[in-house]
């Protein structure tokens, strides 16, 4: 636990646990996705060329399913991890409560749209669920297993903004870092 965290009121932290745990759950679904296009890709080029006969769909299951996978259910952690591109051009020559400021409003402003994103893509899962609709290809798989990694993903998204939303928002208030700031380009810590 980081010092900032250790401020962090009781709620908060039990909060900032169990999206921890979700998320862990989400990245290791997303690892071993990972793991299995590795492995079919290396398969379907041994077949394509030792034997002349590729694996018919192994494009459709890397494109529809895995990579997806591997994308959407690791964006939160991604986010928590601070691996995401950030704009830090100003942070050099701020203080730690603009850098606050900064943060907080980044966050809120992101909160809505992935809200929005989270709830269409939600919406669109659950149509294609109860229309028992599948997919086009061979493998006449049902489409809502493969928009369901959108809702998760941006799900888990949102609530990490609003998980960092508030932890901002009480390091502001408080005066004390309740949400450990992001590292600036070049530095080890959050803070200047």
């Known amino acids: 636990m980081t010092p900032a965290t250790e401020s962090a009121p009781l709620w908060y932290r039990r909060l900032g646990r169990v999206v921890d745990a979700i998320d862990n759950v989400l990245v290791t679904i997303g690892c071993l996705l990972l793991f299995a ?42 986010l928590k991890a601070h691996a995401h591109v950030a704009v830090d051009i100003l942070h050099n020559y701020v203080g730690t409560r603009t850098l606050y400021v900064f943060e907080l409003i980044g966050t809120v402003l992101a909160l809505p749209v992935f809200a929005l994103v989270t709830w269409l893509a939600a919406g669109r899962t659950l149509e294609e669920w109860r229309s028992a609709a599948e997919a086009s290809s061979g493998l006449a798989a049902p489409t809502w297993a493969i928009s369901i990694v959108l809702p998760l993903g941006f799900g888990m998204l949102t609530l990490r903004l609003a998980l960092n939303a508030v932890g901002y928002g009480l390091s502001l208030a408080s005066g004390r870092p309740v949400k450990p700031l992001p590292p600036i380009s070049g530095t080890e810590e959050g803070a200047p």
């Open 37 to 78: 296009l590795m492995c079919l890709v290396v398969a379907d080029v041994g077949r394509r060329y030792l034997f002349n006969a590729p694996i018919a769909w192994s494009y459709e299951v890397v494109n529809h399913f895995l990579m997806p996978g591997v994308f959407f259910y690791t964006v939160s952690h991604t």
